[in-house]
């Protein structure tokens, strides 16, 4: 038995419940001592899956407001053997299109804001290899077949945001080694390692990066229109939540 805490959007969830076939399913609300937290609990076969909105269903709590440390107690609490993130981003590389579905092997995060349980005392933890490997290895094996070619591993640079980032932001992070760009994902990554829980990433890619835009180097980034593209591209996604699945 697979009990897989799978966190993303609205529209993750319910193209999820939409796609794969349940026994079950439960609304609950988690109490953590960070805050309560929604989850809809699903049994698939002799499965689970925990699903989380990391916007708690609303969609309008800005990225660095998001309460990471509440959503990662919670799938704890849930007793979660892995977790499988999906997360929207911005696309600095000519080869990763808008459209394209990949997963981290690599964060970077500069923001200076700290994700850590060990407030008061520290836990010095390893992020080495951030992602777990044989979760990246079974991403792989899918979004291969399903995009022959396509370079799928990829480095993740952590914004603060809520602002989009400027062309020159862009360049200099490509120098340093992003290769595309969100505000969330890796702070549940510090913090799921911190418990000892397997964590990998989906990336589905939603836009050019700023300043990126073939044609047109001045394109303004509009929330809505990376949102709307990001949420047309989540069929990959569901066969990645099925293969743990089955």
Same mark, same amino acid.
């Given at each position: 038995?697979?009990?897989?805490? #799978?966190?993303?959007? &609205?529209?993750?969830?319910? /193209?999820?419940?939409? =796609?794969?076939? %349940?026994?079950? @399913?439960?609304?609950?609300?988690?109490?953590?001592?960070?805050?309560?937290?929604?989850?809809?609990?699903?049994?698939?076969?002799?499965?689970?899956?925990?699903?989380?909105?990391?916007?708690?269903?609303?969609?309008?709590?800005?990225?660095?407001?998001?309460?990471?440390?509440?959503?990662?107690?919670?799938?704890?609490?849930?007793?979660?053997?892995?977790?499988?993130?999906?997360?929207?981003?911005?696309?600095?590389?000519?080869?990763?299109?808008?459209?394209? #579905?990949?997963?981290? &092997?690599?964060?970077?995060? /500069?923001?200076?804001? =700290?994700?850590? %349980?060990?407030? @008061?005392?520290?836990?010095?933890?390893?992020?080495?290899?951030?992602?777990?490997?044989?979760?990246?290895?079974?991403?792989?094996?899918?979004?291969?077949?399903?995009?022959?070619?396509?370079?799928?591993?990829?480095?993740?640079?952590?914004?603060?945001?809520?602002?989009?980032?400027?062309?020159?932001?862009?360049?200099?992070?490509?120098?340093?080694?992003?290769?595309?760009?969100?505000?969330?994902?890796?702070?549940?990554?510090?913090?799921?390692?911190?418990?000892?829980?397997?964590?990998?990433?989906?990336?589905?890619?939603?836009?050019?990066?700023?300043?990126?835009?073939?044609?047109?180097?001045?394109?303004?980034?509009?929330?809505?229109?990376?949102?709307?593209?990001?949420?047309?591209?989540?069929?990959?996604?569901?066969?990645?939540?099925?293969?743990?699945?089955?």
């Amino acid at each position: 038995m697979m009990r897989l805490g #799978v966190i993303g959007g &609205t529209a993750m969830t319910s /193209l999820a419940t939409d =796609e794969i076939e %349940f026994t079950r @399913s439960d609304n609950i609300v988690a109490q953590t001592k960070y805050g309560d937290v929604p989850l809809l609990c699903v049994q698939s076969g002799e499965n689970e899956l925990i699903f989380l909105e990391r916007h708690h269903g609303n969609g309008v709590t800005p990225p660095h407001k998001i309460n990471h440390l509440a959503n990662i107690d919670a799938m704890a609490g849930a007793n979660v053997d892995a977790i499988l993130a999906v997360c929207s981003v911005g696309t600095i590389p000519s080869d990763f299109p808008p459209g394209s #579905v990949g997963y981290a &092997t690599q964060y970077i995060d /500069l923001t200076g804001k =700290e994700s850590t %349980f060990f407030d @008061s005392n520290a836990k010095f933890t390893s992020m080495t290899n951030p992602f777990d490997l044989d979760m990246n290895t079974k991403l792989e094996s899918v979004l291969s077949k399903i995009q022959p070619g396509l370079k799928l591993s990829r480095t993740y640079w952590l914004a603060h945001g809520p602002h989009f980032e400027t062309t020159a932001e862009i360049n200099a992070i490509e120098k340093l080694g992003g290769e595309v760009v969100g505000m969330t994902m890796p702070r549940e990554c510090k913090l799921a390692a911190e418990l000892g829980i397997p964590y990998a990433a989906i990336l589905v890619s939603s836009n050019w990066a700023a300043g990126r835009e073939p044609g047109d180097s001045n394109k303004d980034l509009d929330h809505e229109e990376v949102s709307n593209t990001a949420e047309s591209k989540l069929g990959p996604v569901i066969e990645c939540i099925k293969v743990f699945t089955q």
